[in-house]
């Protein structure tokens, strides 16, 4: 397997709870919260593991809750990088009511970076050997709107290939560098040229000429539960998803970034690393909060996509 490199600017403790009814005032008793560790790379990191891959996940971490964050991590067996940071890493709550099956979500924006703390994520994504570097998340405070512009021009430099996602100016600011695979969802698509693309045709024109601009060798289009649309230079390939019953959205985008790039590192046809994108992202809408995929559900929905069986190493 290829080596791979993630990198999570804003950490993030994530928390989570179930009530029977959200009413104000009143107290509201509440299960035994569960704890992970979140952000963009984080949980394409632990996605990558879940499906029994390795990567390094590159992370911030600052005063006490990056402690337990560091913590959280290390509970969950992924091989980290810590870089130090002044500012307060983040802590998100998801609330889960059951009466109603609704969830209520509370993200905070997350400290700025000073220029060392950014410049430190900069160049600790260069000092680890790895042929795929996964850049997902927007920018916290701090840090410039070319980030990942300059990280994929460091990558282009070095011969390594970026898997992106991200949204609005950070996005824009990457393709005029170029990357390897970009993953947008349908919003950030029409942000990205300014109009609307109902129409599945006008999206598949429009990715081709990101293409054709140099701007991705590779887009995946996710369009949440009309699936996804996978465009390259050999052409273009929809896999829609299953009715499913859904518990919660909250990772799908950052999971079919985990499951695609699994299979990229496994050299898999690009059909078949797409089709593991759009199995895993199915997978996470399947478990509350921000739990993300069970292996069990990736390989059954990967063979009713795709229409053959999951060989993944244990
Ligand atoms: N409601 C759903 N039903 C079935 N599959 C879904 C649903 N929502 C998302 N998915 C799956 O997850 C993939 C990624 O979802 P989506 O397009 O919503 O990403 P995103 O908008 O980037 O998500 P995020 O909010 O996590 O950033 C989809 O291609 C699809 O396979
Ligand atoms: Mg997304």
């Known amino acids: ?12 403790v994530d928390v989570q709870w179930e009530v029977e009814d959200m009413v104000p005032i009143r107290k509201l008793r509440a299960s035994s919260p569960l704890q992970f560790a979140g952000g963009g790379g984080i949980n394409v990191s632990r996605v990558i593991k879940t499906l029994g891959g390795q990567s390094i996940a590159i992370h911030t971490a600052g005063w006490y809750t990056g402690h337990f964050f560091r913590e959280l991590i290390e509970a969950q067996g992924l091989l980290t990088r810590t870089i130090p940071i002044v500012g307060r890493t ?31 994520c900069l160049n600790a994504l260069f000092d680890h050997e790895c042929d795929l570097v996964v850049l997902t998340g927007s920018l916290p405070l701090g840090v410039p709107n070319d980030f990942y512009g300059r990280a994929a021009h460091m990558a282009k430099e070095r011969g390594q290939r970026v898997i992106l996602d991200t949204s609005g100016v950070a996005l ?59 465009v390259s230079k050999a052409g273009v390939t929809r896999l829609t998803t299953p009715k499913v019953d859904v518990k919660s959205a909250v990772g799908a985008g950052d999971s079919f970034v985990g499951g695609m790039t699994l299979g990229v590192a496994l ?37 009713e996509i795709h229409g053959k069986p999951l060989a993944l190493q244990s």
């Open 1 to 12: 397997m290829k080596p791979i490199v993630t990198l999570t600017l804003n950490s993030s």
């Open 172 to 230: 824009f600011e990457a393709l005029k560098e170029g990357v390897y695979l970009v993953k947008p969802n349908l919003n950030e698509l029409e942000h990205l040229v300014g109009r609307r693309a109902s129409e599945m045709k006008d999206r598949e024109d429009i990715c081709r000429q990101i293409i054709d601009e140099g701007k991705a060798e590779v887009v995946a289009l996710t369009m949440g539960e009309d699936g996804a649309l996978l």
């Open 90 to 120: 983040r802590t998100s709550a998801t609330v889960f009511e059951r009466s109603t099956g609704q969830e209520f979500r509370i993200t905070p924006p997350g400290p700025e970076l000073s220029e060392a703390e950014w410049q430190a």
């Open 267 to 303: 050299d898999w046809p690009l059909e078949d690393a797409f089709a593991l994108g759009v199995a895993t992202g199915t997978a996470t809408v399947l478990t509350v909060g921000t739990e993300l995929c069970r292996r069990e559900d990736v390989e059954r929905l990967y063979k």
